[in-house]
C-alpha cells in the first residue's frame, strides 16, 4: 500500500510542507496546460528536491475549467492502485484549479483517505476539510449520464424513460430533485446538465 499525495502547484512551499509531513511514495502535481516559468521553476525545485525518494508527476490541466479540471483528478485518482492512501492538497495553485481537484475528491470521496488545505497565514498549520460526496440513486445517476450523452441534442423525455430503464415518473421526480440540487436546468424546457451535475456524475 503507498501513499499518494494529489496537489495543485503554483508555490512549492505547500507542496513540500504537505509531503514532508505525509511522507508519501507518490506526488502527483496538476499544472497548467501551458505552465509559466514560475510554475515550471517550481516543479523543478520539487522534483529535485523529492524526486530521489518520492516518485514525482506532474499532469497537465486546464486552469479556469472546474469541470475539466475534476474530469482529469477523477481520471488520476481512478489510476492509482486500489490499496493506495490517496491524499489532496488544495493549497498552491489558481482557486479554480483547486475547486476542480476538491470536487473530484468529492467525486471520489471513498477513494480519498484525506483533504488539506495549508492557510497562508500558519505555514505549519494543516486545515483538513471535510470529505463530502455527492449522494446520488443509481436511477439519477443514469439520469445525469444520459443528460450527459445527450448534450446538444433534442430527445424527448419518454424516450428518455425508456433508454434508461425508468418509468416517466421516476423519471420526472429525478429531474425534480437534480434540478434542486443543482444538478441541473430546466430553463429552456429539456433538462440540461450544469456544471454541478458534470462534476457529480464523474
Known sequence: MAKVLIATLYSPDPVLLAANRLGPDRL???LDKKPNKEQEKNFKLIKESLGRVVEVKSIKTEVYDVVKVAEKAVEIIDKQPKDDEIFINITSGRKTKALGLLF????????????AYNPEEDKNAVVWLPKLSFKLTDSQKRVLEALNDKQGTNFSLVDLAKEIGISRAMLYR??????D??????????????????IARL
Open 28 to 30: 502527483i502535481l496538476l
Open 104 to 115: 473530484a475528491a468529492y467525486a471520489r470521496s471513498n477513494r480519498v483517505k484525506k483533504i
Open 174 to 179: 429525478n429531474i425534480d430533485e437534480l434540478r
Open 181 to 198: 440540487m443543482g444538478y441541473i436546468s430546466t430553463d429552456n424546457g429539456s433538462p440540461k446538465l450544469t456544471d454541478a451535475g458534470k
